[in-house]
């Protein structure tokens, strides 16, 4: 007894190879053109649809601060030797830590993106708490408030 089985065409690296052409959902994965176009570049070739995935999820707002970047690079810039004496811990690590003086610091944390909470409410902002608690706990102290 032979078996039909409707075999749908895999998006293999060959198959992406040969069907340079072939519409990809880039915009509805959050890419823009100059993006979508930038990997195309890259890999030589359009990529598969599992590539396009990858690149799609390591170039998001969430993983690589897309839109926010340009705004969070100005914190470093706009501290003062004064306050650089106190700041024990800066931009880079995992949350900043401030001397407060008599052997006491503060640790802060801001979450700095919001697309979990934006796509999903509840379970969203519970990640962005999960992060900030995590971050503030790695650098050895604990929170107090959320």
Known sequence: ????????QLDTVDYAAETPEQEQPWAALGLN??????IREIMGRRPTEAEL?????MWSEHT??????VHLKQFGQKTTEAMQKHMLVGL???????????GWAVTFKVESHNSPSYLEP?????????????DIISMGARPVAV
Not at 64 to 69: A, F, G, W
């Open 53 to 57: 995935a990858m690149y799609s999820s």
């Open 64 to 69: 690589s601060y897309k839109s926010s970047k």
């Open 92 to 102: 880079g690590e995992n949350a900043g830590v401030v001397d407060l003086g008599d």
């Open 1 to 8: 007894m032979e078996l039909s089985v409707n075999k749908q």
């Open 33 to 38: 053109e100059q993006e979508y176009q930038r």
């Open 122 to 134: 509840f379970q969203g902002a519970a990640t962005g708490i999960g992060g900030v608690v995590r």
